[in-house]
């Protein structure tokens, strides 16, 4: 086991290997708990898993071309990024739609595109160089940090949450917070930010009744079961009819109009429902084994942009996950962000698929990973473009001799 957990392409293989494990199986959850809703709103069972299909194929070509880019390309994405995302989160304040109390969405024909989505991405590569550039030149006193990431940051998070998106915002937090940790930034500091984060949470809720009613329906989901706890209350429903090892795929009963957003936010406990005990925690063991992955590129590559970024993509997508199913068994209350990978929703998988992308590019810049890679010869891409001419000329490999 040892031997296996010191191999160069460990990293690599993990990563990959668990990214397609949980789209897959979000995949055949999206169909099963989107069935009965697509085909009493569109005609088809199979309409929002067609979409769903169509995004994840999308990701992985975003994935596979985010896998082969160096290193410098994600340093200079974010600022670019950062600019988009800015752009889009105001713009949503205009023109998009307005659902269950948040405007997030611009709808475009039937394109829908979330900007707070990209905006995570955005804002990990945009910290983690400008954090980078710092360290190289030495200049990491905390008290310099706040300018500009604090201001970029906090332009983000107020956007956001204008558009009454708290889920959201908080995940920013997260990856603002694993930024400065990476760089050892004072535990008061923390202390300070998480005092003024837990404020704004107390005034946004206050402001907006629908965030109030979810707080009641927090603490308390069986006293009004109907209306505040209604959500919650379903959710656990799903998951304790489940038992083990689940009522089967494609069983559920809760997804026949008893859980609102079955297919994207509460994803979790039709899971549960269907595969039961066993397979909740199996969803679970692969997030932390993809967080497990994260952290062991970020402590074996000395670049600092690439420490910063991994542990950055492992506080959002892990963290992400953590409030999701915390939210969903009834521990955090229902914030509305999607389960990474496995729920329905093109504009929060293909960030995520490209953040993971950009790991695997990072993995291979473990010791000894290129030098892996090169004697494993190229893939089945490379060998199928070779076959049909076009690809560049072979190199012939020089044969072996033996020493006279």
């Known amino acids: ?12 293989h993990l990563l990959r290997g668990i990214t397609v494990l ?20 569109r005609g088809s069972p199979f309409a929002l898993f067609g979409r769903q299909f169509i995004a994840m194929t999308l990701g992985l070509l975003l994935m596979w071309i985010c896998s082969r880019l160096p290193v410098r390309f994600f340093r200079l994405a974010g600022y670019p990024l950062m600019a988009f995302a800015t752009l889009g989160l105001v713009l949503v304040l205009f023109i998009g739609q307005s659902e269950l109390g948040a405007q997030r969405w611009i709808y475009i024909g039937e394109l829908t595109i979330q900007p707070s989505e990209p905006a995570k991405l955005a804002l990990m590569l945009w910290g983690a160089d400008l954090l980078a550039r710092r360290a190289r030149e030495g200049v990491i006193e905390w008290r310099n940090l706040f300018i500009p990431l604090m201001p970029g940051t906090a332009i983000l998070a107020v956007l956001v949450m204008l558009g009454s998106d708290l889920g959201t915002t908080l995940v920013l937090v997260m990856i603002f917070l694993s930024l400065l ?26 402001t907006e009744g629908y965030r109030a009613d979810r707080i009641r329906g927090w603490l308390d989901p069986w006293g009004d079961a109907a209306k505040t ?10 998951i304790g009819s489940g038992g ?7 069983s559920s009963r809760q997804k026949w109009s008893w859980i609102p957003h079955a297919e994207s936010d509460f994803i979790f406990s039709i899971l549960g429902e269907e595969l039961g005990l066993m397979g909740t925690l199996v969803v679970v063991l692969l997030f932390g084994l993809l967080g497990y992955a994260g952290l062991r590129v970020a402590t074996r ?11 950055a993509t492992v506080a959002w997508i ?36 490209a953040a993971l992308g950009m790991m695997l590019s990072f993995a291979k810049q473990e010791p000894g990973a290129r030098e892996a890679l090169a ?8 060998r199928g473009l070779s076959w049909l001419g076009l690809a560049g000329p072979a190199r012939k490999r020089r044969p072996d001799r033996g020493r006279r």
């Not at 086991?1 to 460990?10: A, G, S, V, W």
């Not at 083990?244 to 494609?250: A, I, M, Q």
């Not at 521990?331 to 389960?339: C, R, S």
């Open 1 to 12: 086991m040892r031997d296996l957990l010191e191999r160069p392409l460990f990293s690599y």
């Open 22 to 41: 949980l789209m897959a199986l979000g995949l055949m959850m999206v169909l099963s708990a989107s069935s009965i809703e697509a085909l009493q709103t």
């Open 181 to 206: 940790w990476v760089v050892g930034a004072p535990l008061r500091l923390f202390g300070g930010i998480l005092a003024v984060a837990v404020l704004g949470a107390i005034v946004m809720i206050s």
């Open 229 to 238: 706890g209604y959500q919650a209350v379903q959710g656990q429903i799903a």
């Open 244 to 250: 083990w090892f689940g009522l089967g795929l494609g």
């Open 301 to 311: 590559v000395k670049d600092p942009f690439i420490r910063l970024a991994a542990t």
């Open 318 to 353: 892990v963290g992400q996950a953590i409030v999701n199913i915390g939210a969903v068994i009834g521990v955090l209350p229902i914030t509305g962000i999607p389960l990474p990978l496995v729920s329905y929703g093109g504009s929060a998988l293909l960030p995520t698929l």
């Open 375 to 382: 004697a494993h010869g190229p893939g089945p891409v490379a």
